[in-house]
């Protein structure tokens, strides 16, 4: 396993993941927020490519 520190390049993929992770498990990250409330979130911090 190679551990480093995220680029600008690796965004897509991050968010795309994160978000998979939101569908699958979504108790894992905000109890009580839907993923769409979640997908908000992340648009709006304009962090999402």
């Given at each position: 396993?190679?551990?480093?520190?995220?680029?600008?390049?690796?965004?897509?993929k991050?968010?795309?993941l994160r978000l998979e992770a939101l569908e699958e498990n979504p108790e894992a990250f905000m109890?009580?927020?839907?993923?769409?409330?979640n997908y908000l979130v992340l648009m709006s911090?304009?962090?999402i490519a």
């Open positions: 396993m190679n551990i480093r520190l995220l680029e600008s390049a690796d965004a897509k991050y968010w795309d109890e009580g927020i839907s993923i769409l409330q911090s304009g962090n």
